[in-house]
């Protein structure tokens, strides 16, 4: 059974035959998504926090911006998770990722798997996370505060970023055509 919610708050999720995955700018809930891989088959459960740091590259930062294409982002979160629970015979995998602003000390990316033994679990959870960096239509704007400002980056460890500066930034989103 598929379903799928489509509400601006909760921009969307996907649930099928023991895959979870869903966009949110609310706070990210680990006991709810423990709860998605729970089962009494499973042996073995891993989660996977990623939480804002208050630091880049020597920079404190103060926040995290999410953006995605949601209704592609869900696509390739479910096909990373299908493809995963079919290669390691897992019971389950959610993988729930935060959008808008996530302070620092706060979860963007919460990514749970089940199996019945736990090296299955071990590896299809950082498999899952790499995949998701990798491939997922997410972005980050990362906030440095002060006259810093932003720079915004795929959602790639160590992927370079590009500065945000106001000016040129107001003046595309006034002139898309330029």
């Given amino acids: 059974m598929e379903s799928q919610q489509n509400d601006p708050k909760e921009p969307s999720m996907v649930t099928q035959d023991g895959v979870y995955v869903e966009l949110t700018h609310m ?9 998605t891989v729970r089962s009494p088959s499973a042996g073995a459960m891993v989660l996977f926090a990623g939480t804002t740091r208050d630091n880049f590259g020597g920079k404190p930062v103060q926040e995290l911006r999410y953006s995605s294409y949601a209704p592609l982002a869900l696509r390739t979160m479910a096909s990373i998770a299908h493809a995963l ?9 959610s993988m729930v990722h935060r959008l808008g602003v996530v302070p620092t000390g706060e979860e963007s990316i919460l990514i749970a798997v089940s199996s019945p033994h736990r090296q299955a679990a071990w590896k299809a959870g950082e498999q899952a996370l790499e995949q998701c960096k990798e491939k997922v239509e997410v972005w980050k704007l990362e906030e440095f505060g002060g006259e810093e400002g ?6 790639r460890d160590g992927a370079a970023g590009v500065r945000v500066d106001e000016t040129a930034e107001r003046k595309r989103v006034q002139n898309p055509s330029r």
């Fill in 85 to 93: 629970k079919e290669e390691h015979a897992l019971t389950a995998i």
């Fill in 150 to 155: 932003g720079v915004w980056r795929a959602n």
């Fill in 27 to 35: 706070p990210l809930d680990i006991l709810s998504i423990m709860s």
